[in-house]
């Protein structure tokens, strides 16, 4: 497991706080829209859970997001209108794609909002004052720097959201094939691991409501 994260840490020996900041970011972006790779239309936009998060979905919504945390809120808007945004609008509409969105326009705009993104982040210094309009009025003055951890966080959330939609759907697991983070068990490994976890929960939960029982 220690492998994979220190390889991690080695790049990021010498940047400055604002250059591990901005890596930070790109490695999250680039973790995220990964988990596309290799599969379908249907798979990357069929919704994984009760509340509709599908992979294509998360990929457009930290695009789209992004523009506004690193566009608008340092007086740099994008020169791209996102209609899912305007008034009246289905206020879901930025976490999952329609049918007459295309996989390469969503994947294009994650692009576009990345190179958008990185351009302010170049241009200005950590303490470059702006204003989040959609936060509270007390919160809303913010520097470079507390965005840029914002949206570390935001895209490294949602890249662990990817993680697990994508194992769902077809049982990857990791960054990628061969992933050293992974324990190489195979189907029948998983399995049986699987049912160890299983059986430690339903134990643990036995022996407490029996506790619970006797008070």
């Given at each position: 497991?220690?492998q994979a994260?220190?390889a991690r840490?080695?790049?990021s020996?010498?940047?400055?706080?604002?250059e591990?900041?901005h890596s930070t970011?790109?490695?999250?972006?680039?973790d995220l829209l990964?988990?596309l790779?290799g599969?379908g239309e249907y798979?990357?936009?069929?919704p994984?859970t009760?509340t509709?998060t599908?992979?294509?979905?998360l990929v457009?919504?930290?695009?789209?997001?992004?523009?506004?945390?690193f566009?608008e809120?340092?007086?740099r808007p994008a020169?791209r209108?996102?209609?899912?945004?305007?008034?009246g609008?289905?206020?879901?509409?930025d976490?999952?794609a329609?049918a007459?969105?295309?996989?390469?326009?969503?994947?294009?705009?994650?692009h576009?909002?990345?190179e958008?993104?990185?351009?302010?982040?170049?241009a200005?210094?950590?303490?470059?004052?702006?204003?989040?309009p959609?936060?509270r009025?007390?919160?809303?003055?913010v520097?470079?720097h507390k965005?840029?951890v914002?949206?570390?966080v935001?895209?490294?959330?949602?890249?662990?959201?990817a993680?697990i939609?994508?194992?769902?759907?077809?049982?990857?697991?990791?960054?990628?094939?061969g992933?050293?983070?992974?324990?190489?068990?195979?189907?029948?490994?998983?399995a049986?691991?699987?049912?160890?976890?299983?059986?430690?929960a339903?134990q643990a939960?036995?022996?407490v409501?029996d506790?619970?029982?006797?008070?």
């Amino acid at each position: 497991m220690a492998q994979a994260g220190e390889a991690r840490l080695r790049h990021s020996v010498g940047m400055d706080p604002q250059e591990m900041l901005h890596s930070t970011l790109q490695t999250a972006r680039a973790d995220l829209l990964g988990k596309l790779d290799g599969l379908g239309e249907y798979d990357i936009r069929r919704p994984m859970t009760p509340t509709g998060t599908s992979l294509l979905g998360l990929v457009k919504h930290v695009a789209s997001v992004q523009l506004g945390y690193f566009g608008e809120v340092f007086g740099r808007p994008a020169d791209r209108v996102l209609p899912w945004y305007a008034d009246g609008a289905d206020p879901e509409a930025d976490m999952w794609a329609t049918a007459d969105e295309t996989r390469e326009e969503i994947v294009d705009l994650h692009h576009y909002s990345a190179e958008h993104s990185d351009a302010t982040i170049r241009a200005l210094p950590l303490d470059a004052v702006g204003e989040v309009p959609w936060w509270r009025p007390e919160n809303r003055v913010v520097t470079l720097h507390k965005i840029l951890v914002h949206m570390s966080v935001e895209t490294s959330r949602h890249a662990g959201h990817a993680d697990i939609i994508r194992e769902l759907i077809d049982g990857s697991a990791g960054l990628r094939a061969g992933d050293a983070n992974v324990a190489g068990r195979g189907a029948d490994g998983w399995a049986q691991h699987h049912a160890r976890v299983e059986a430690a929960a339903r134990q643990a939960a036995s022996r407490v409501d029996d506790g619970a029982a006797r008070l």
